[in-house]
């Protein structure tokens, strides 16, 4: 909608009615050229001579144009302005930082995707990717791990850098294993150091720990003495086999951590667990709004400063013309 900022300043408008009314006329004196015979007729007329004042007649043509130009500069000291329609400013309020199992058995051709068969990877990268789109506010980082985990992305809140990162990253890259333990340890270091007090981690796994180094558990309770939340995703099928998908240990770390288990044997599973992540964790929005303003006083003041330059042109030409 289109407003003025300072619509106070309009009370100046009589300012020069003003200043004509109360200031005294400006007076100039001026020798008067006397003639040999200026005498006689002051005799035979019986008049004497006296001093007097040359009243110019009014331009009303200059006064109109010098009245637009008043209002075009008040106008524009106004500071007219078009204010778009408000917005809630998205706040940063939590860092996220996503721990995805990048191990072989990732690399299993089991999942559809639009009748298409795909790797597991495949079509957690493009579900994934939905979901750190719609993560407006957090700040995302971005780890991966097979047998040892390393950072692909810290945390930032360029979601496109994430986005990148994660389409360009392929299954082995980090080994053939999987260290759930590992992951989360490394995880933690991330968090170090940072001053927003809601601290996220998802843990997406195929697989169980290869059970060297850090126990999974005991990495969930010392996540836990740092207010890290753990979600866990257990991918692919929950066949209870040792060299599957290790559910009891996903939902214990998620107990653990107050956080929560889902299991994606399909790509909409793991979309319907993503949604579901969204609802837990929602976006947060500042309480002030932003709407976006338009200055628009550029326009009246060079409408003023036209007529001013057309007004001085003209009268120039004018006394040019008649001497």
Same mark, same amino acid.
């Given at each position: 909608?289109?407003?003025?900022?300072?619509?106070?300043?309009?009370?100046?408008?009589?300012?020069?009615?003003?200043?004509? #009314?109360?200031?005294?006329?400006?007076?100039?004196?001026?020798?008067?050229?006397?003639?040999?015979?200026?005498?006689?007729?002051?005799?035979?007329?019986?008049?004497?001579?006296?001093?007097?004042?040359?009243?110019?007649?009014?331009?009303?043509?200059? #006064?109109?144009?010098?009245?637009?130009?008043?209002?075009?500069?008040?106008?524009? &000291?106004?500071?007219?302005?078009?204010?778009?329609? !408000?917005?809630?400013?998205?706040?940063?309020?939590?860092?996220?930082?996503?721990?995805?199992?990048?191990?072989?058995?990732?690399?299993?051709?089991?999942?559809?995707?639009?009748?298409?068969?795909?790797?597991? #990877?495949?079509?957690?990268?493009?579900?994934?990717?939905?979901?750190?789109?719609?993560?407006?506010?957090?700040?995302?980082?971005?780890?991966?791990?097979?047998?040892?985990?390393?950072?692909?992305? !810290?945390?930032?809140?360029?979601?496109?850098?994430?986005?990148? &990162?994660?389409?360009?990253?392929?299954?082995?890259?980090?080994?053939?294993?999987?260290?759930?333990?590992?992951?989360?340890?490394?995880?933690?270091?991330?968090?170090?150091?940072?001053?927003?007090?809601?601290? %996220?981690?998802?843990?997406?796994?195929?697989?169980?720990?290869?059970?060297?180094?850090?126990?999974?558990?005991?990495?969930?309770? &010392?996540?836990?003495?740092?207010?890290?939340?753990?979600?866990?995703?257990?991918?692919?099928?929950?066949?209870?086999?040792?060299?599957?998908?290790?559910? %009891?240990?996903?939902?214990?770390?998620?107990?653990?951590?107050?956080?929560?288990?889902?299991?994606?044997?399909?790509?909409?599973?793991?979309?319907?667990?993503?949604?579901?992540?969204?609802?837990?964790?929602?976006?947060?929005?500042?309480?002030?709004?932003?709407?976006?303003?338009?200055?628009?006083?550029?326009?009246?003041?060079?409408?003023?400063?036209?007529?001013?330059?057309?007004?001085?042109?003209?009268?120039?030409?004018?006394?040019?013309?008649?001497?």
């Amino acid at each position: 909608m289109f407003e003025f900022a300072y619509i106070w300043v309009f009370v100046l408008l009589p300012l020069p009615l003003l200043v004509f #009314w109360l200031m005294p006329p400006l007076k100039q004196r001026k020798e008067a050229l006397k003639y040999p015979t200026f005498y006689d007729v002051e005799k035979a007329t019986g008049q004497k001579a006296s001093s007097g004042a040359w009243v110019s007649r009014r331009n009303v043509f200059q #006064w109109i144009v010098l009245s637009l130009v008043w209002i075009g500069v008040l106008a524009a &000291m106004a500071s007219p302005q078009i204010v778009g329609e !408000p917005e809630m400013k998205v706040k940063t309020a939590r860092n996220f930082v996503i721990a995805a199992d990048i191990s072989f058995s990732m690399a299993n051709s089991d999942w559809q995707i639009d009748g298409e068969r795909v790797t597991r #990877w495949e079509g957690v990268k493009q579900v994934l990717g939905e979901f750190v789109e719609k993560r407006e506010g957090d700040r995302l980082a971005l780890v991966f791990f097979g047998t040892n985990a390393y950072l692909q992305a !810290p945390l930032t809140t360029e979601h496109d850098v994430i986005e990148f &990162m994660l389409e360009e990253t392929d299954v082995g890259m980090a080994g053939q294993m999987t260290g759930i333990g590992k992951a989360i340890a490394y995880s933690m270091k991330i968090f170090e150091g940072d001053s927003l007090e809601q601290k %996220v981690l998802l843990l997406l796994t195929d697989g169980q720990d290869d059970g060297r180094g850090i126990f999974p558990t005991d990495a969930a309770k &010392m996540a836990h003495k740092d207010s890290i939340k753990i979600y866990t995703i257990g991918i692919g099928e929950a066949s209870g086999r040792n060299d599957g998908l290790d559910e %009891v240990t996903l939902k214990e770390i998620s107990r653990i951590a107050d956080g929560e288990y889902f299991l994606a044997e399909d790509p909409e599973q793991l979309q319907n667990a993503y949604n579901t992540l969204n609802e837990l964790e929602p976006i947060e929005y500042e309480a002030e709004e932003n709407a976006p303003v338009t200055l628009l006083f550029h326009y009246p003041l060079g409408v003023a400063m036209l007529l001013a330059f057309a007004l001085a042109l003209f009268r120039g030409i004018r006394k040019m013309i008649l001497g």
